[in-house]
């Protein structure tokens, strides 16, 4: 079964601070996708990174990296130098070949504060 | 271009009625899913369409519907509304292959009272 876990319910940071988001994976598929979204308060889902089980390069972009790792079953996501208008709740995702399903995490409340 | 667009963006309704929620894709993007968003079960998966067709569907009852026009365009149907169907409905479209990345629209907020 697919499953996607994000332990952090909610974390409160002061802007400047760095903060990474954990999520955990689970699937039998050996082909597979992962994704991050972000849900601020106006409620659209916005669409951060995507990331193919194949490719576990990591990536810098801008103030955004991932961190993928497919031993750990993990796909976190970090934050350099938080700014307030990073407030929002994160969403991690899973979908599993040929499918545009997504199967989603509980979402990381993250609140940074001036 | 235009992102997805969702109407109408809130919705109230009573128990046993019907509600029907539109969906117009970004330009170009033939595939469309749907989501419902409550605080209880977080995120779940609705319906995908391709080309007016349902490819897959998510463990939801009878009751909830959809379908996909020739513009690609999509609908999706509740009907016999329950009080827990209250919720965020998110509407997504994608180009090119399976598994790209898919783009949110607003939602359509429903209150079932």
């Known amino acids: 079964a697919q499953k996607v876990t994000q332990a952090q319910t909610e974390i409160s940071v002061v802007e400047k601070e760095d903060v990474t988001l954990d999520c955990v994976y689970e699937t039998r598929d050996t082909t597979y996708y992962l994704f991050w979204y972000k849900q601020p308060p106006s409620g659209e889902l916005v669409f951060l990174i995507r990331r193919n089980s194949f490719d576990e390069q990591n990536e810098i972009s801008g103030r955004y990296s991932w961190n993928f790792q497919k031993s750990t079953s993990s796909f976190n996501f970090t934050i350099t130098a938080s700014q307030v208008v990073d407030s929002a709740v994160y969403f991690c995702a899973l979908s599993e070949d040929n499918t545009d399903k997504l199967i989603f995490g509980t979402g990381t409340r993250l609140q940074v504060f001036p | 271009k235009a992102g997805v667009t969702q109407t109408p963006r809130y919705l109230i309704k009573t128990r046993g009625q019907q509600v029907t929620l539109s969906c117009s894709p970004i330009?170009?993007?033939?595939?469309v899913s749907w989501y419902q968003q409550t605080p209880g079960q977080g995120l779940q998966f609705l319906f995908e369409y391709f080309s007016e067709t349902q490819r897959n569907k998510g463990n939801f009852p009878g009751r909830f519907s959809g379908r996909q026009f020739s513009n690609s365009r999509s609908e999706m149907n509740v009907s016999t509304l329950e009080l827990g169907d209250s919720a965020l409905y998110l509407c997504a479209s994608r180009s090119g292959g399976v598994n790209n990345e898919q783009f949110f629209g607003p939602g359509t907020r429903l209150t079932v009272l």
């Open positions: 330009s170009g993007h033939r595939s």
